[in-house]
């Protein structure tokens, strides 16, 4: 006997699937070729145009926040497709918020293991009441029409695929009456409860703000290899397959509600509650928030070209002389990405601007995501704009392309950092950097600083802090946790803009759209990427890829020697038939350069050496940069000034760009001295600072 | 003799008793350069070691160049850790005061320097504050003696107000900040402004009590020498009973010094040079850095000749010092060649 209650989330799951056609539909089909569907959905859903996506993981949910027990009391419908070639005979389930329900859990373990002793003391006093949790009250295999359901609530059990730590909670495995087989599409039925943790991986609760995302029992990937599942990692984040949503949210009367996907008009419950609905087709994953402290503005992208995208902004009230920015931001996101790689087919986002201390900024989800800002902050440097371009950029890798996060987060975090900043410099190609001080309260622009594109935007500081921490094709949730974000982000960003200065950015953006195109909403590999870059390239980049992902080489040129002088002869020569004794005598008006240029890291990489002489002419060579070291003899009549190794900076994953050069007329000493007597009335200062304890 | 003086009329007579002794403002700059410029030369070497013959120098030289900067942070240590984009311009000051204000971690090597510069400034301590107590014109002798005179003393006085400090930044910050009362009241505000108030005022409480033991030993160190006591314990006694009969003039006083301190910070904050060139520039950007730290010699300087003045007038006894006039002692040599005796007892032969 199905409760009322489920059978109404039941009938709506089975709507939407039988709306979109699940089972048959070919990707890209108009959904007017699908079957029939009951008239409930029809009223409530509008037709979607085009069928982006497989649609094989659909989810229809009813949650209900109680603000005062923190608490989510969740049910739904997962209507789940089997699209390998093999049958399936158990589901999987992530619960990832059993990853903050004790300290033993495999998530924060691995947070602990990584952590500064300060860190760790931080997270191992955390009050009890910030943690959370996910349980299952029931799972019910439901079918069609009228067959009673079956309950398979007694089979869940957890399971540890990657560690077996038998104290994580975070995937679960629920095993099947009956195999499903290719194609078929199973019904499951989830009520469960939840406590809402204080932050932990940007979703909980701070005061009466809530960022909730991967809140709800949400199953796993299913390849043609097995179940792509993984416990909850400290490196890593999701994968999931695409799907429809259909959410219907419970909160307090007043409360401001953003969420995946399209908002239909609320409904007042009576009892001080009021039920917000989302729908969304083709996407992976559902978030929301609520507070009653949000602002809201409404903005539309529209730009020659791409389609319009109507932009919901949920401000806090301190930061709302900032809307323009955070529009300003997103619409450089979907206009760079959308012309770059392709456009952005939803036609609405949600910018959620977090709470002060919610720690939940800077997170992505389909058509949602959480920027962050600062109550103060000058309008010369990139917050909130390099975070919220970075987030709503993900909408495209992550959100559309949509790689495995848990094994090759680098092909979204890095390929994102990339873009990131390749689309901040359109938006603002000069910015500054900037110290906060007093607690971090009060911003300090230092314009003298400016933050370049290649080296700070791509991350360079911390990969070559990070380097050698771990081979970028390792599977990312064995990443080590304190240097994983080095590699996921900056390597890959570093290196893809390395491509970019090698292959040209025209071509680079082929490849990036070319495999955009191909692979969005299809969870591509790296090797279908590779292959995407050798083809549009017309080049055969399999060395560049071994070395940048396949190994954790370093790579650092530089030139150790650089001599010029005019040729001369000591000793004895031959002249007019008799051994003549000289002494550092000139042959000719000839100056003689020679240049040792270095490999000092294992990695290769072909580099430019560019000599340049006093009469203004230079000279440049190509070197493969095989070999540990290599002469360059130059002769000119002028003599050489300077020598530089990669003078272009094409290979940004140098680790020291200081040693690629030298010069004849050194200034390192004029530097230095500017330098230290800027340094000496800094520390003449600070002694004065603390004087004021004598 | 001169009457009671209001704290303006003591903040005017310190400034003009600094002003009257531009040697003692000279020497305390020179006091400055003799603890820093020796760890700036190592920190020439540093950068210019790490530049080497590098075309980066030219940048590095014509202003900033960030990639470079980025790679000697990376493997500096010791006073090379400190150099730091925070020293740029009028973030320089501003850092310093922050750190102080957030009782921020700091690098050894600097710490060390401090240490020194603590040591070094307790030492003249008791030589300035006998000039500005005396207000006339002191031989060298005379200033070194009265350093000597007094320099145990003030170390003495040093300790228990190190002690105090202690206690302050080591346990009252942890209660108030960190895990304390600021991360309890601020724990589910989620409104910056409102934490930053809180903060504000946190800070403004933890600072009041900072203010109050420096207003103490500073007290405690003008009675040392203008009354020549020898106990630094009761010269903290009886200072604190000074205050608490002047507490508004005390504080008033103080609050002006401060305000003092304030707009001279502000004023360089705003107009700081920035990272400059080499050249001729460099050479006036220096000279405005040590303008810059000559004036803020000047507020801390005033701090110590307005509380003299403040502390004598408020005695009635301007101009007062208890002690006679130190002489910087002679080598027994020289005693003997003007024929004074020598004061050590013959040793038995």
């Given at each position: 006997m199905v409760k009322p209650g489920i059978r109404r989330v039941l009938a709506s799951a089975l709507a939407v699937t039988a709306w979109y056609g699940l089972s048959t539909m070919p990707r890209a089909q108009p959904a007017g070729a699908a079957a029939p569907a009951p008239a409930a959905a029809r009223e409530a859903v509008a037709p979607a145009t085009v069928v982006r996506s497989p649609r094989n993981a659909n989810y229809s949910i009813d949650a209900s926040l109680d603000p005062r027990t923190r608490t989510i009391s969740g049910r739904g419908v997962i209507t789940w497709r089997n699209v390998t070639s093999h049958d399936a005979s158990e589901l999987r389930l992530h619960l990832y918020w059993n990853a903050f329900k004790n300290t033993r859990s495999t998530f924060l373990q691995e947070r602990l293991r990584a952590a500064s002793p300060a860190d760790r003391r931080a997270l191992l006093t955390r009050p009890l009441d910030d943690f959370g949790h996910t349980t299952i009250s029931a799972v019910r295999?439901?079918?069609?029409?009228?067959?009673?359901p079956v309950d398979l609530t007694s089979g869940v059990h957890a399971i540890q695929p990657d560690d077996g730590n038998a104290d994580d909670e975070t995937l679960v495995r629920v095993p099947l009456p009956a195999p499903v087989g290719p194609g078929q599409t199973v019904n499951v039925e989830v009520e469960w409860t939840a406590r809402v943790p204080r932050t932990f991986a940007r979703t909980g609760v701070v005061g009466n703000y809530y960022f909730v995302g991967q809140w709800f029992p949400k199953v796993a990937v299913l390849g043609e290899r097995g179940w792509i599942s993984h416990q909850f990692h400290a490196s890593t984040e999701f994968f999931s397959d695409f799907g429809v949503y259909d959410v219907r949210l419970r909160v307090p009367s007043g409360w401001v509600v953003g969420a995946t996907g399209l908002a239909q008009p609320p409904r007042e419950n009576g009892d001080g509650t009021t039920t917000h609905r989302f729908l969304q087709e083709d996407v992976h994953?559902?978030?929301?928030?609520?507070?009653?402290?949000?602002?809201?503005?409404?903005?539309?992208f529209e730009h020659a070209g791409l389609p319009p995208v109507?932009?919901?902004?949920?401000?806090?009230?301190?930061?709302?002389?900032?809307?323009?920015?955070?529009?300003?931001?997103t619409g450089a996101a979907l206009r760079y990405y959308g012309e770059?790689?392709?456009?952005?087919?939803?036609?609405?986002?949600?910018?959620?601007?977090?709470?002060?201390?919610?720690?939940?900024?800077?997170?992505?989800?389909?058509?949602?995501?959480?920027?962050?800002?600062?109550?103060?902050?000058?309008?010369?440097?990139?917050?909130?704009?390099?975070?919220?371009?970075h987030e709503a950029g993900h909408q495209f890798?992550?959100?559309?392309?949509?790689?495995?996060?848990?094994?090759?987060?680098?092909?979204?975090?890095?390929?994102?950092?990339?873009?990131?900043?390749?689309?901040?410099?359109?938006?603002?190609?000069?910015?500054?950097?900037?110290?906060?001080?007093?607690?971090?309260?009060?911003?300090?622009?230092?314009?003298?600083?400016?933050?370049?594109?290649?080296?700070?935007?791509?991350?360079?500081?911390?990969y070559r802090r990070d380097a050698k921490s771990d081979i970028p094709s390792t599977p990312s949730w064995r990443y080590w946790p304190g240097t994983s974000a080095s590699i996921t982000y900056s390597k890959t960003a570093l290196w893809l803009h390395t491509l970019e200065r090698m292959l040209g950015w025209q071509t680079l953006q082929r490849v990036l759209s070319t495999y955009f195109e191909r692979y969005a909403f299809h969870h591509p590999s790296p090797e279908q990427f590779f292959a995407v870059a050798n083809e549009v390239s017309g080049q055969d980049l399999t060395w560049f890829f071994d070395e940048v992902v396949g190994s954790a080489d370093v790579f650092d040129y530089g030139v150790d020697r650089l001599t010029s002088a005019r040729r001369t002869v000591r000793g004895i020569v031959d002249r007019d038939g008799k051994k003549v004794a000289v002494g550092a005598e000139p042959l000719g008006d000839v100056y003689e350069t020679q240049v040792v240029a270095r490999r000092y890291g294992e990695a290769i990489f072909p580099v430019d050496l560019l000599v340049r002489f006093e009469d203004g002419s230079e000279q440049r060579v190509r070197w493969d940069g095989r070999d540990r070291w290599r002469l360059f003899t130059f002769e000119r009549q002028a003599q050489a000034i300077s020598a530089e190794v990669d003078p272009d900076r094409v290979l940004l994953l140098d680790t020291n760009f200081t040693n690629n050069s030298r010069t004849l007329a050194p200034q390192g000493r004029a530097a230095a001295t500017k330098w230290s007597l800027r340094w000496m009335v800094w520390l003449q200062d600070l002694l004065l600072t603390y004087g004021f304890f004598a | 003799m001169i009457t009671r003086l209001s704290p303006i009329a003591a903040y005017r007579e310190g400034l003009r008793r600094v002003t009257g002794a531009p040697w003692m403002w000279l020497g305390a700059w020179l006091a400055t350069l003799l603890v820093a410029v020796p760890a700036a030369m190592v920190v020439r070497e540093m950068i210019a070691d790490h530049l080497g013959a590098s075309l980066v120098a030219e940048r590095v030289a014509a202003g900033v160049d960030v990639d470079w900067w980025q790679e000697f942070r990376a493997q500096a240590s010791g006073l090379g850790a400190t150099f730091v984009p925070a020293i740029v311009g009028g973030a320089a000051v501003l850092k310093n005061l922050s750190d102080l204000a957030d009782n921020a971690r700091m690098e050894t090597a600097a710490a060390g320097l401090v240490a020194v510069w603590l040591l070094v400034w307790s030492f003249f301590a008791g030589g300035v504050l006998d000039r500005y107590a005396r207000g006339r014109a002191m031989r060298a002798a005379e200033f070194f003696a009265a350093c000597g005179t007094h320099a145990g003393r003030l170390l003495r006085l040093g300790a228990l107000a190190f002690l105090a400090y202690y206690v302050l930044f080591a346990h009252v910050y942890g209660w108030l900040?960190?895990?304390?009362?600021?991360?309890?009241?601020?724990?589910?505000?989620?409104?910056?402004?409102?934490?930053?108030?809180?903060?504000?005022?946190?800070?403004?409480?933890?600072?009041?009590?900072?203010?109050?033991?420096?207003?103490?030993?500073?007290?405690a160190r003008v009675r040392l020498v203008v009354e020549d006591r020898r106990s630094a314990v009761f010269a903290l006694v009886s200072a604190a009973r000074f205050v608490r009969r002047h507490a508004t003039g005390t504080v008033a006083l103080y609050l002006l010094n401060t305000a003092g301190f304030l707009v001279l910070a502000t004023l360089y904050a705003f107009a700081a040079p920035g990272a400059g060139r080499t050249g001729w520039t460099l050479w006036i950007t220096a000279l405005v850095g040590q303008a810059y730290v000559a004036a803020r010699l000047g507020v801390k300087l005033g701090f110590y000749a307005s509380q003299v003045a403040y502390f004598q007038g408020a005695l009635a006894h301007a101009g007062y010092a208890a002690a006679a006039l130190p002489e910087w002692p002679e080598s027994p040599a020289v005693e003997a060649a003007r024929g004074e005796p020598d004061p050590t007892p013959p040793s038995p032969s």
């Open positions: 295999l439901v079918g069609a029409g009228a067959a009673p994953d559902f978030a929301w928030t609520t507070s009653p402290d949000y602002v809201v503005r409404e903005e539309r109507d932009m919901r902004l949920l401000l806090q009230p301190e930061h709302a002389s900032q809307a323009d920015r955070y529009f300003a931001a770059w790689f392709g456009a952005y087919p939803y036609g609405h986002i949600t910018v959620i601007d977090p709470a002060w201390q919610s720690g939940t900024g800077g997170m992505e989800y389909p058509t949602l995501f959480t920027g962050g800002t600062r109550w103060l902050s000058p309008r010369t440097t990139s917050q909130p704009e390099g975070v919220t371009i890798w992550y959100g559309m392309v949509a790689t495995n996060e848990f094994e090759h987060a680098w092909m979204d975090e890095g390929f994102n950092s990339f873009s990131t900043s390749r689309a901040l410099d359109e938006l603002m190609p000069v910015r500054f950097h900037s110290e906060r001080f007093f607690g971090g309260f009060l911003p300090w622009v230092i314009d003298d600083i400016t933050q370049p594109r290649a080296t700070d935007g791509n991350g360079w500081p911390r | 900040f960190g895990q304390g009362l600021y991360a309890t009241w601020t724990r589910d505000t989620t409104v910056e402004r409102r934490a930053f108030v809180a903060h504000l005022l946190f800070q403004v409480v933890f600072f009041a009590l900072v203010a109050l033991v420096n207003l103490l030993v500073d007290y």
